[in-house]
C-alpha cells in the first residue's frame, strides 16, 4: 500500500525533497510576517468569490478573516517563524482538521489554481521562495487528498456504508 | 462546542502556554540528536514489554525499531531540529496518523505513565527542557485523545452506527 508521502508525490508530481526545500532557509526570517499575511488574503478574496459553488461552498461555514488568519499563522509557524497557529489552535493536525471537507483531487487543482494566482500577485515574495511555496503547497494538497480516503479505508472507518467516494489515484 | 485545542488543556491540565513553551528555547540545538533517541528507545522498550496487554496490543502491528524511528524524527522536527520526519513521511499530521488506534484517556494515560519514566531514566536531559516537554507531551496525548472522538462525530463520520466509543470529558 502506497503511504500518504508516495501519494502525494505521485499525485502532485512533486518529489518529497522538493515540496520540503522550504526547510532549506528560514523563509520566516527572509520574508517577514506582512507576505504571508498578503498572501492568505489575497488566496482567500479569490476563494470566496470563486465562481465555481461547488469550491467556494467548501468554505461557506468559516468566517474569510478567519480563514486567511489560520493559513498565514500555519504558514508562517511552518516556515521557520514563531509557533502562532499551535499557541491558539493546537497541532496543526491537517489531516484532521481537513476531515470535514471533501478534499477531492479536484478541489486540490482550484485550492492550487487560486495559490498561483495568489502569490503571482504578491510584489514582497521573491521568484525562488515563490517556486519553494507553490512545490510545497503543490504536495500538501496531495498529501491531504490522500488524507482524505483515508475516511473511506477499512483501517479509518468502520462503517461500511461511508458515502460517496470514489477511488482516486 | 469545545475545540481541539480547549479539551486538549481541560483534560490534560495543561494550558496552551504550558504545552507550546517547548518554542521558548530551542530544544533540539540546546540537547543534540542523541537524547531524543535515547527516550524514544526508553519509551518503546517499556511499551512493547508493557505488562498491559491492552496497550501493548495497540502497538502490536508496528515494528519497535520504526516506532523509534518515527517519534524521535517527529520530537526533533518539532523541537526544532531538522525536518527528518517530513523528509522521509510527510506532514505529522497527529490526528490522521493516529486514526488507526484507540487514542482514549485511559491510553492517554498510560502512554504518559511511561513517557514520564522514560524521560525519568534519560540522564542528558535538563530537568527544566524534561518539564517543558513532559507538558508538551501531556496536551498533545489529550489533543489525540479530542481527535478521537471526530471519528465519532457527525462532521466527521457519515455513518451512524461506529461503534464501541463512550462520550468523554
Known amino acids: 500500500m502506497m503511504s500518504l508521502q508516495q501519494k502525494a508525490s ?5 518529489a518529497p525533497e522538493n515540496a520540503f526545500a522550504i526547510d532549506e532557509v528560514n523563509l ?3 520574508l517577514g510576517l506582512q507576505p504571508f ?13 470563486d465562481e465555481e459553488e461547488w469550491f467556494r461552498s467548501i468554505f461557506a461555514n468559516s468566517k474569510k478573516e478567519d480563514a486567511i488568519q489560520n493559513q498565514y499563522e500555519f504558514f508562517v509557524q511552518r516556515m521557520g517563524g514563531p509557533p502562532l497557529y ?37 510584489q514582497n515574495i521573491d521568484p525562488d521562495s515563490k517556486i519553494k511555496m ?5 504536495h500538501t494538497a496531495y498529501f ?26
Chains 1, 2 share one sequence.
Open 37 to 49: 499575511v498578503d498572501l492568505s488574503t489575497a488566496f482567500y478574496t479569490r476563494v470566496y468569490e
Open 144 to 169: 491531504l487528498v490522500a488524507g482524505d480516503e483515508l475516511k473511506n479505508s477499512a483501517q479509518g472507518a468502520p462503517c461500511k456504508h461511508a458515502a460517496g467516494k470514489s477511488a482516486a489515484g
Open 86 to 122: 499551535s499557541q491558539r489552535k493546537g497541532h496543526p493536525a491537517l489531516i484532521g482538521r481537513h476531515r470535514p471537507f471533501p478534499v477531492t483531487h479536484q478541489a486540490a487543482e482550484r485550492w492550487l489554481h487560486h495559490m498561483q494566482q495568489a502569490l503571482d500577485s504578491i
Open 134 to 138: 507553490m512545490n510545497f503547497f503543490r
Open 10 to 14: 505521485e499525485w502532485s508530481g512533486v
Open 28 to 30: 520566516f526570517e527572509k
